[in-house]
């Protein structure tokens, strides 16, 4: 079993739309978690992290269920420009391992 | 503030030849974080980096190897290129002991070995 799983996708939306995203994770340690956006052939960006009590950022919401071991990502209201590949990131306690997830590719359409 | 750089952008190299890539992390963080990531595929994990040490290596043989300065600038070699290496070759900075502790990366150097 892979330590971070996520659906490859490509999930294709209209534009508007609300689209989530899960990942999960094996280790029971994993102690910090991020979602990152990768557009083609560029650098990985953070979006957003992941805190315990869940948290916002504009049309973006993530989630982190420790007892089931996943993370979640909701985008409202797609826009064309939302169109990327999605890594769920995963921090090991202690041995500050970064743990990337093969990503979720989103395609906005208009 | 600058974020972390890396070079070259783009190198052509190949089989069996020698590379040298370099990184430079944000200001004041002192670990540096370099990925692999081929074609389609995913981010894989290289070397980790701290205070100068090697802290940790993913899975890749020994002609995969590197350093990190005083200054925290880090450098990655690969010896005896194999057309597989073709790859983005991707640096991340970070600063332990802050809380969650996020990676930003660079822009990555593209190496193409024919």
């Known amino acids: 079993r892979k330590e971070v799983e996520q659906d490859p996708g490509p999930f294709n939306v209209p534009e508007g739309a609300t689209v989530a995203f899960n990942c999960t994770y094996s280790n029971s340690a994993s102690q910090s978690f991020f979602w990152y956006r990768q557009d083609c052939r560029k650098e990985p960006k953070l979006l957003m992290s992941v805190y315990s009590s869940g948290n916002e950022d504009g049309r973006f919401t993530a989630q982190l269920n420790r007892a089931s071991q996943y993370i979640s990502l909701l985008i409202r209201d797609s826009k064309l420009s939302d169109s990327a590949t999605y890594l769920c990131v995963v921090r090991t306690s202690g041995t500050y391992k970064y743990i990337f997830g093969t990503g979720t590719r989103l395609k906005v359409l208009a | 503030e600058a974020g972390v750089t890396q070079s070259p952008t783009h190198l052509i190299k190949t089989r069996g030849q020698q590379v040298t890539l370099r990184c430079s992390p944000i200001?004041?963080?002192?670990?540096v974080y370099w990925y692999q990531q081929a074609l389609g595929l995913g981010l894989q994990f290289l070397l980790w980096y701290d205070e100068g040490e090697e802290r940790n290596r993913g899975n890749f043989p020994p002609r995969f190897s590197g350093r990190q300065f005083p200054n925290y600038s880090s450098e990655l070699n690969v010896n005896a290129l194999e057309l597989e290496d073709s790859a983005l070759y991707l640096c991340?900075?970070?600063?332990?002991?802050?809380?969650?502790?996020?990676?930003?990366f660079g822009s990555g150097t593209q190496l193409s070995v024919l």
């Open positions: 991340a900075s970070s600063l332990p002991g802050t809380g969650n502790e996020e990676l930003f």
């Open positions: 200001s004041g963080h002192t670990s």
